[in-house]
C-alpha cells in the first residue's frame, strides 16, 4: 500500500472510531443528532440512494413549427429522472433525449461485465456526494453502448439529480458546492422558433418586446428552405427589435450545408448584427467548423449535442468557435459542466448554455451561471406547451428581461408531483 492510501485509511479508521464513540455515547435525540450531523457534512454515516426512476411525459399535442406568428409548442415528451435517497431527500432532472430509450438506459440490469450495465442498478446503495465518481462508474457501466448520445444524457440526468440532493443535505444552492456563486440574476434570451413570414416574425418579435425581453433567439422553423426568405425573416426581426435589443439565429443543421456554404450563409446574415449564429454544420464536422469560424465576424455558436469533456475539447480546440453551449442534460451533467467551464476560462472564450426544455433545466442551468465567471446569457424557452413550464410549483419567471438565480437549497425549485402524475404516460 502507498504511503497516501495508507495515511487515507487510518484517517478513515480514526473518523469511523471517532463517530462510533460518539453513537455509543448518546441516546434518543442526541443520537439523531449526531447522525443528522453527519449526514449534513456527507461523513461516514452518509445519505444512500435508495432508487432511480425514469419517467416518461408525454404533452396533449405534437412538436410543430409555428404556421404564423404563434407560439410554438416546444417539445411533446421529455424525460424526467428521479433520484431518492434514504435521507428523504429526492433530486429531479429532466433531459432533453428520445425519452423511452432514456428510460431503458435507467432501467436495463446488469449484464455481468460492469460494462453493458443500465444505470440504476449501479447507483443503488451509493453515496451521492461521491458524485464524480459516481460519474466514471455510470459510464463505465454503459461504455459498451454508451459514451455518446441517449447514455451519456440518462448519466447527465442522474448526475444533475445527485448535485441537486447534495445541495439539500447541505442546505446551499449548488453554485456553493461548484464553488462560486458570482451572480444572482442572468439576463435572458427568448428562445423560439422561425416564423414562415416577415409579417410574423415582426409580429412575434413585438410580443417579445412587451414581455420585457431584450434578446430573442430565432431558431429552425421556416429557415433553411430559401436563402433569399432567409435574409428576409432576419431583416424584419432586426427591424423590429430596434438597433439595442440582441437577435441571436439558430439555422439549424438538419439543412444539409458545406462549411462553404454556411460561410455564405452567416455572410448574409451579418447586416442584421446577429450576437452569434449557431450550429448550422452537423455537430461531428469540427473542421468545417474551424473554416466557417475563421472566415466570419460574427461570433459561431455550436455545442449542444456534445458530450462529454473529451468531445468539448475537440469542439474548442479543433472546431475553433467563439461560443460553447453545453446541455446540462446532455454533455455529462454539472459535473461534466463544470470541466467545460474551466476549458473555456482557459481557451477565453465564450459559454452560453443551450436549455430548451423544462424550469427543471432552467433551474440547474441559473445555478451553472451563477458559477460560470462570465454569463452573457440564459436561455429562456418560451414554448407555449404544458410541460415546458409547468413542473415547478414554484416557476421561473422572466422580470425586466433577466432571470433570478434562486438562493435556495439545491437547484431552488420544487417538482410538482402532481404534474408529472398527470402527463407521465411510461
Ligand atoms: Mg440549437
Redesign the pocket.
Known amino acids: 500500500m502507498s504511503s497516501w492510501t495508507l495515511a487515507g485509511a487510518r484517517a478513515a479508521a480514526f473518523r469511523l472510531t471517532g463517530l462510533f464513540g460518539k453513537l455509543t455515547a448518546c441516546k434518543g435525540s442526541e443520537f439523531e443528532g449526531v447522525i443528522a450531523q453527519e449526514q449534513t457534512r456527507g461523513g461516514v454515516v452518509g445519505v444512500k440512494i435508495k432508487d432511480v426512476e425514469a419517467m416518461v411525459l408525454q404533452s396533449s399535442r405534437q412538436y410543430a413549427a409555428p404556421s404564423r406568428a404563434e407560439e410554438s409548442h416546444g417539445i411533446g415528451s421529455m424525460l424526467v429522472i428521479k433520484v431518492t435517497t434514504d435521507a428523504g431527500i429526492s433530486g429531479y432532472s429532466d433531459v432533453e433525449t428520445q425519452p423511452q430509450v432514456g428510460k431503458a438506459v435507467i432501467d436495463a440490469p446488469a449484464g455481468g461485465t460492469g460494462m453493458i450495465d443500465g444505470l440504476r442498478q449501479a447507483l443503488i446503495g451509493e453515496d451521492p456526494f461521491e458524485v464524480e465518481r459516481l460519474w466514471h462508474k455510470m459510464y463505465k457501466c454503459s461504455v459498451y453502448y454508451g459514451r455518446r448520445g441517449a447514455a451519456i444524457q440518462a448519466l447527465s440526468g442522474v448526475d444533475n439529480c445527485l448535485w441537486s440532493i447534495i445541495g439539500q443535505a447541505v442546505k446551499q444552492p449548488i453554485c456553493k458546492l461548484l464553488g462560486a456563486c458570482w451572480r444572482n440574476k442572468v439576463r435572458a434570451y427568448a428562445s423560439t422558433l422561425f416564423r414562415p413570414t416577415p409579417e410574423a416574425m415582426a409580429e412575434a418579435c413585438r410580443s417579445y418586446i412587451d414581455q420585457g425581453f431584450t434578446a430573442v433567439?430565432f431558431?429552425?422553423g421556416a429557415f433553411g428552405q430559401d436563402p433569399k426568405l432567409d435574409v428576409e425573416l432576419a431583416r424584419a426581426a432586426r427591424e423590429a427589435l430596434g438597433p439595442d435589443r440582441e437577435l441571436l439565429i439558430?439555422p439549424?443543421w438538419a439543412v444539409e450545408r458545406t462549411a462553404d456554404e454556411c460561410v455564405r450563409l452567416v455572410r448574409s446574415l451579418e447586416p442584421f448584427r446577429p450576437f452569434f449564429v449557431?450550429?448550422c454544420l452537423p455537430p461531428e464536422d469540427y473542421d468545417g467548423y474551424a473554416r466557417l469560424a475563421n472566415s466570419v465576424e460574427t461570433p459561431i455558436?455550436a455545442g449542444?449535442q456534445e458530450a462529454t469533456h473529451w468531445g468539448f475539447r475537440q469542439l474548442i480546440e479543433r472546431g475553433r468557435i467563439d461560443i460553447v453551449?453545453p446541455d446540462l442534460s446532455r454533455c455529462g451533467g454539472l459535473t461534466t459542466g463544470r470541466r467545460i467551464a474551466h476549458m473555456v476560462e482557459e481557451h477565453n472564450i465564450g459559454l452560453i448554455p443551450?436549455a430548451?426544455s423544462s424550469d427543471i433545466l432552467t433551474a440547474t442551468t441559473l445555478q451553472f451561471l451563477a458559477y460560470t465567471k462570465k454569463a452573457d446569457f440564459i436561455e429562456f424557452n418560451v414554448s407555449s406547451g404544458e410541460i415546458s413550464r409547468q413542473l415547478a410549483k414554484n416557476p421561473i419567471v422572466m422580470k425586466d428581461g433577466h432571470l433570478e438565480i434562486p438562493d435556495r437549497p439545491g437547484t431552488g425549485i420544487e417538482v410538482d408531483e402532481a404534474v408529472l402524475h398527470r402527463y407521465r404516460v411510461l
Open positions: 433567439k431558431g429552425w439558430d439549424g449557431e450550429d455558436a449542444e453551449q443551450h430548451w
